[in-house]
């Protein structure tokens, strides 16, 4: 238990914004994916984002940021949310990447956080704006 409390204040002080809303994924069942088969569907990243998040998988390791969001629909898995996660995991070398698999059930809403989640036509419509 001192563990998971250390590591969700890790990622809580590490930025602000966004970041701090890590702590409440840090800890749950997740999986590996292959990062070349997830399909991003959102056309940008902060820079400054991805470096911090990078910064942390080196030095902490990958179960010390929470698992990629994602949704497999018709054999292909779309992420919802994590695309700065997803960076940093690809710049520090990583070729399977801590996902979260969301049902159908799940997307179209927004969490108590606030962070929407997508719905299915919308992450397909991003993965073509992403090229994808």
Not at 26 to 38: D, F, I
Not at 71 to 93: K, M, N, P, S, T
Not at 94 to 104: A, D, F, G, Q, T
Request: hydrophobic share 35%.
């Amino acid at each position: 238990m001192e563990m998971a409390a250390e590591k969700a204040a890790t990622v809580t002080k590490i930025a602000s914004g966004t970041i701090t809303k890590w702590a409440s994924w840090v800890n749950k069942p997740v999986a590996t994916y292959s990062a070349y088969l997830l399909k991003r569907t959102q056309t940008y990243t902060y820079p400054e984002e991805v470096n911090e998040i990078s910064t942390v998988i080196r030095e902490k390791g990958m179960d010390a940021v929470p698992p990629v969001l994602v949704r497999v629909h018709q054999g292909i898995a779309y992420i919802v949310d994590g695309h700065h996660r997803f960076e940093a995991f690809l710049r520090e070398g990583y070729e399977r990447i801590p996902i979260k698999y969301l049902h159908s059930s799940n997307l179209g809403k927004n969490l108590s956080d606030g962070t929407y989640l997508r719905s299915i036509e919308e992450l397909i419509y991003g993965a073509k704006m992403c090229g994808e």
